[in-house]
């Protein structure tokens, strides 16, 4: 015969992991028995293994992006997530990586979708065919060769060097021109 009832919350643990966990229970006369078990769903299945399906989007598409640390592929992509707060980070090529935070509860339903948007580097990238990155502005450009301005310094490469060059558009603001500021006089 069942007399009574509670919840113990257990946190941080994975599926299938044990944790020893001290707790008191109180009870006028003797238990015949005492059972832990998971919180079930109302289909029958623990809420710690339940996963969501999520439509991963980000802007602009085709960024890889990972799953608390964990490669998930590219965007867009539905993946399967379980209950709890998870990381999501995007990286592509040309674009500034970011990362979101997620929580996912028991009672979602399935068919959500999360989209994220990548912002833009503030410097152009040249990739050299050694495999070297260059991070700067590119300042010229002819047909036998390349300046670009990396920390202030101008390099330049021979047009054969490079593999790749990806250049940010730049938005110029017209300044206004400077009045000269006149002081009035006292007499």
Not at 59 to 80: C, E, L, Q, R, S
Not at 137 to 165: F, P, W
């Amino acid at each position: 015969m069942r007399v009574g009832d509670g919840v113990l919350h257990v946190a941080d643990l994975d599926p299938g992991q044990v944790a020893k966990i001290p707790f008191q229970v109180n009870s006028v006369g003797l238990p015949m028995a005492l059972n832990v078990v998971a919180d079930n769903d109302a289909s029958g299945i623990p809420t710690s293994l339940k996963t969501i399906p999520i439509n991963i989007i980000s802007v602009p598409a085709g960024a890889k992006f990972k799953v608390d640390g964990t490669d998930a592929g590219i965007t867009p992509k539905t993946v399967n997530l379980q209950v709890g707060t998870h990381t999501l980070e995007f990286s592509k090529e040309g674009y500034t990586t970011g990362s979101t935070p997620v929580e996912v509860t028991d009672d979602e339903l399935p068919g959500g979708s999360i989209t994220f948007e990548l912002g833009g580097l503030a410097a152009d990238t040249v990739e050299l065919r050694n495999g070297t990155v260059l991070l700067g502005d590119v300042i010229s450009l002819s047909m036998s060769s390349i300046v670009v301005r990396v920390d202030g310094i101008d390099k330049t490469y021979d047009r054969n060097q490079i593999n790749k060059i990806m250049l940010v558009q730049r938005v110029t603001s017209q300044q206004p021109a400077a009045t000269p500021v006149t002081t009035l006089q006292q007499k």
